[in-house]
């Protein structure tokens, strides 16, 4: 009985990750939008991933400093593969770039701002009713048996 009280509250306090998949090309010089226009519209959070896809090119995270000069001299990660996975593992903004010559200045860098998971969804107690009720079904188990 106590066995499944701990299979329950791990499956309650499970947190899923989401994968983002992101075309990493300069936008087109006839569209008003950016790649910052995409990413501010998702809700990055600990956990997930982009996966980059991209020809001929490169995607750097670097330093704030580095994202607004599109300076790639000294970068944090670098890839390119072509088919970039790029795991947030802390709740910061990061800040990408392309490492071909000029494609930064033509618009190819991204900010993205990653958030903690919300406590309320990622919590193992259970809430007190839960607690009631399971407490009331191991008591009602243990009558039966």
Sequence with gaps: MFLWLVIVLM?????SSNE???HWVIPPANVSTSLNDWASGQ??????????KYKKDSVMQVTKEGYMQCNSSHPRFY???GKTR?????????YFISGTS?????????IVEVMTHDR???????TPAIAVWLCFFSFTL???A
Excluded: W
């Design 102 to 110: 000029g494609h930064c200045e033509k618009g190819q860098k991204m």
């Design 11 to 15: 499956v309650s306090g499970s947190v």
């Design 79 to 81: 890839s390119n593969t």
């Design 20 to 22: 983002y998949k992101l």
């Design 120 to 126: 309320t969804t990622t919590s193992v107690a259970p």
């Design 86 to 94: 790029f795991m947030f593992d802390h709740s910061v903004p990061y």
């Design 43 to 52: 809700r990055f959070q600990v956990g997930d991933t982009i996966r980059f």
């Design 142 to 144: 243990s009558l039966v």
